[in-house]
């Protein structure tokens, strides 16, 4: 990854991720023991620690408005728009009460580090080039929001690596639906001007927009259908262009 190269900041990248490695160990051995919730803690407190080390580190300027919206506890898919690399450190930095792992996409198992510090998040990776891979992973997504914990996706597949937003994959809502969670929705501006838009990190301020949650899983077909087009409107009517 082209960040990764980018010295001094990949450099502080790498290291606060080699940091959240360390406590791989501890996260298998809380998870060996049956001790979910244990793991989860420690998955929680060094994800928040790794994102707010780094927003430190790199002097990145934060604005988090509708902290209220978030609720104390999980269960909930967050469902955010997908600008840049940075929008996982966006997510959590504000979003610290619970633990939530995250819908990775499958070409970052080649990186051993990276692998290692998703494999023990809660995360899952996507083959988004197989559709059969791919419903598995959702259908295991599914079963992850059922158990109780919290998942975080961004609908678009990919980064903008701009202002506007691409597509939203209506298919992301099947979480929800499935599984009867709730869906936070998140609004992330200027991202992709951190590395993105240069191709070299460069600070810039940010937004990150939370709004009040949607309990989409208890609607009714009907219902469903146009809270898709509300929610995805929401997002994107959230962003700014800063």
Known sequence: MNIFKNAPAGLKVYDEINKYNK????????????DIEAAREIMRVGMNNFADNLVKR????????????????????????????FDLVALYH????????????????????????????GSIFINRGNSRDALKTINEAIEILKSGDSIGIFPEGTRSKSYETGEFKKASFKLSEK????????????????????????????LIRIHPVVNYGELSKTEKSAAQDEIINTIRNGIEDI
């Open 23 to 34: 406590l791989a160990p501890k996260i298998d051995a809380a998870i060996d023991a049956g």
């Open 58 to 85: 790199l002097k990145i300027d934060y604005t988090i408005e509708g902290k209220e919206n978030i609720p104390d506890n999980g269960p909930l898919l967050i469902m955010a728009n997908h600008q840049g690399y």
């Open 94 to 121: 504000a979003i610290q009460n619970f633990h939530f792992g995250m819908i990775a996409k499958n070409e970052l198992k080649r990186f051993k580090f990276l692998r290692t510090a998703i494999e023990h998040t």
């Open 179 to 206: 599984s009867k969670v709730p869906i936070l929705p998140v609004s992330i501006s200027g991202s992709y001007r951190l590395f993105e838009e240069t191709g070299s990190f460069k600070r810039s301020p940010q």
